[in-house]
């Protein structure tokens, strides 16, 4: 794949498209089934600080609410998320991890460091530095202008810290 500025984007969908068949290929190797490589963010985070409401997901995955519904639901389905009210607002549930979800979060670490022992085949610590420090500009090129006027500048860019105008 021949990376340049006119086809960054369409390049950075194809690198996620590989890594979730990645994914997809070594979660079935290891059993897990009823989850999209996609759903991840939402188990790991709801196992790693849940319960936790459903805005509060959306809020920490960058996703709206009713695309969290969906995703709840399939994990709920798969039995992974369970749903209770939540005792402060009676309106609100509060999503939690289930036990026989707790038995598939070392196989999700497995696959999750053998994607990144892949993708970084072959890349020195310099290498991956400067791979992050390009795309943290990069993000910091698309934020609103008025996070720039407010002086949010990425880490590359602060004067006296390396980064090139």
């Keep these: ?17 590989l890594a979730l068949r990645f994914i997809e290929r070594e979660m079935e190797r290891r059993g897990i089934e009823g989850m999209a490589p996609s759903f991840g963010d939402v188990f790991m985070i709801v196992a790693a600080l849940g319960p936790l409401s459903m805005k509060e997901i ?24 369970s749903r ?10 509060l999503v939690s991890i289930t036990p026989e979800a707790v038995k598939i979060i070392p196989a999700l670490g497995e696959v999750s460091a053998l994607m990144n022992e892949r993708l970084f085949d072959g890349f020195s610590e310099r290498d991956c530095r400067t791979l992050f420090r390009l795309l943290g500009r990069l993000g910091a090129n698309l934020k609103p202008a008025s996070s720039a006027r407010r002086g949010a500048v990425s880490r590359g860019e602060r004067p006296g810290k390396g980064g090139r105008p």
């Design 58 to 81: 959306a809020r920490l995955t960058y996703k709206d609410k009713s695309t969290i519904t969906g995703i709840v639901r399939a994990l709920e389905k798969a039995r992974y998320l």
């Design 84 to 93: 209770s009210g939540d005792p402060s607002d009676g309106r609100a549930a």
């Design 1 to 17: 794949m021949n990376i340049s500025r006119n086809n960054l984007v369409y390049s950075l969908g194809r690198l996620r498209h």
